[in-house]
């Protein structure tokens, strides 16, 4: 369903299949680079730049700076990219993807007679870690009852960012502070948000989870309505604000 959402929002994503061998479910994802790219994960640029840094503690050994969004700032070559990256993190808080670590995300980088011709960012891979996948089905129920606290903190406290937007603090943001973050300093977030207000309205969310009627239940299907819904509503209400607090 990422995939679909990410078509609605005009954003690359990997095609992905579903299917089942010998009882097995798997997926498959179709190729996403030509023939004369190659595939460079994040990782590699980010060890590129800093040597010291730790891929399983995501951090800078030397200057003690996690995991965040000026790594990958730092290999934006155009305000292009940038916008990429600012798609990638606003489509994240909009399905609460948790886990776009440094090896979920990569460049594709064309060569030219041996030599680096060049990047683009490449369609967003491993987008499973969303929309209420690890809600077990025995508590769905009780995201969708009167406890309202509950549900919040299902779209917000618990919906958090991999990529830190300040290298310094441990703790992980939400991605709603990701969101003010990103609305404040780019204009281009702004727009996005609004790009992402328009087309996905309550009955585009129903026409995507229509066809996982024979796949989810009832209330999962529910749930991911109630969950985009809510994540919209709040994306509302701070494009509003920052948009009022710049009439001032």
């Known amino acids: ?21 010998e009882g097995r479910i798997g997926s498959m994802s179709f190729l996403i680079n030509k023939q004369n790219e190659a595939i460079v994960e994040g ?29 990958l700032l730092e290999i934006s070559d155009s305000p ?10 606003l489509f994240d808080y909009l399905i609460g993807n948790t886990d776009r670590h440094q090896n979920n995300w990569a460049m594709l980088v064309s060569y030219l007679d041996g030599h680096k011709n060049s990047q683009r960012v490449c369609p967003l891979y491993d ?5 209420c996948c690890y809600v077990n089905e025995r508590i769905v129920l009780d995201y969708l009852g009167k406890d309202r606290n509950r549900f919040e903190s299902l779209v917000n406290t618990k919906s958090r960012s991999m990529i830190r937007i300040d290298g310094f603090q441990k703790k992980r943001p939400t991605h709603l502070e990701v969101v003010d973050y990103l609305l404040h300093k780019y204009s281009y977030a702004i727009e996005f ?17 229509d066809e996982y009627g024979d796949v989810l ?11 985009l819904i809510r994540k919209i509503e709040l994306l509302v209400s701070r494009v509003e604000k920052v948009s009022a607090h710049e009439r001032t």
């Open 217 to 227: 239940s009832k209330n999962k299907v529910n749930l991911i309505k109630k969950y």
């Open 127 to 131: 987008n499973g870690s969303s929309l």
């Open 193 to 209: 948000s609004d790009e992402i207000i328009s087309r996905m309205t309550v009955e585009k969310i129903d026409e995507l989870l």
């Open 43 to 71: 990782a590699a640029f980010i060890t590129g730049s800093h040597p010291d840094y730790n891929l399983e503690l995501m951090q800078e050994t030397q200057s003690g700076r996690y995991y965040c969004l000026n790594h």
């Open 80 to 89: 292009d990219i940038v916008d990429k990256w600012i798609q990638m993190m």
């Open 1 to 21: 369903m990422a995939h679909q959402i990410g078509n609605v929002l005009g954003i690359e994503t990997a095609q992905v299949q579903i299917g089942s061998y």
